[in-house]
């Protein structure tokens, strides 16, 4: 089955600076690539997602990448702000199957 | 609009003794899927039901486990003799009937067994 590594697991940033969160997967049918934040006590909520037939989608100060040949997609959040602060989730999914989760990278960002 | 519902929000139980979990989908959703999650975990695929039927159950545990989705009302999760190792919080996520990728999550049930 699908199998996604998520790194760093902790990433701790000053209020302006830029943050990238980087995961591979292992299943190259994999083609849908959606991330989720999680704040303490909630549900994941989606983000931003990008399918495998598009290299990179934009959001306002979200950004996410994929590189199919290498197997590994990235988020990427510039002039970050407190309210970012949460554990990011990227997730991959094969066909119209379940999502596979990465362990999550918990965003800090200092005022 | 109305979001994933999930109930209750926290639920505790004594070791051996079942849990409920209930999820009630987006409006117009008939695809449920539930996840669950460790501390300091992701979460992990359990099992995926359209309305009356289980489409996928290859996360879920052999025994003491099982999930419906009736035709009317809402999805259950249940876990018979629960134990220690049962804590943890269990999402339900939905997406729409002509299926897709898009998952919407709920805001978890967090069971704690005493």
């Known amino acids: 089955g699908e199998n996604v590594e998520q790194h760093p697991s902790t990433l701790s940033v000053q209020e302006g600076d830029s943050a990238v969160i980087k995961c591979t997967y292992s299943?190259?049918?994999?083609?849908?690539f959606p991330w989720y934040k999680q704040e303490l006590g909630k549900g994941p909520q989606l983000i931003i997602d990008?399918?495998?037939?598009?290299g990179e989608k934009k959001d306002q100060r979200i950004a996410v990448t994929l590189n199919k040949t290498a197997k590994h997609f990235s988020l990427h959040i510039t002039e970050t702000q407190p309210e970012d602060s949460a554990v990011y989730f990227c997730?991959?999914?094969?066909?119209?199957?379940?999502?596979?989760f990465g362990k999550g990278t918990m965003l800090l960002v200092s005022p | 609009n109305a979001g994933v519902m999930q109930n209750p929000r926290h639920l505790v139980r004594r070791r051996g003794q079942e849990a409920r979990l209930r999820c009630s989908p987006m409006?117009?959703?008939?695809?449920v899927y539930w996840y669950r999650q460790l501390p300091e975990e992701g979460l992990k695929f359990m099992v995926y039901l359209q309305k009356e039927n289980i489409i996928d159950e290859s996360g879920m545990p052999k025994e003491r486990f099982s999930a419906e989705f009736p035709k009317e009302g809402p999805s259950i999760l249940r876990i018979q003799q629960v134990v220690r190792g049962d804590s943890a919080a269990y999402f339900c996520?939905?997406?729409?009937?002509?299926?897709?990728?898009?998952?919407?999550f709920g805001a978890g049930t967090r069971l704690s067994v005493l």
């Open positions: 990008i399918r495998s037939n598009v």
């Open positions: 996520a939905s997406s729409p009937p002509e299926g897709g990728h898009i998952q919407y």
């Open positions: 299943d190259s049918a994999s083609n849908y």
């Open positions: 409006k117009g959703h008939s695809h």
């Open positions: 997730a991959a999914q094969p066909g119209y199957s379940t999502l596979t």
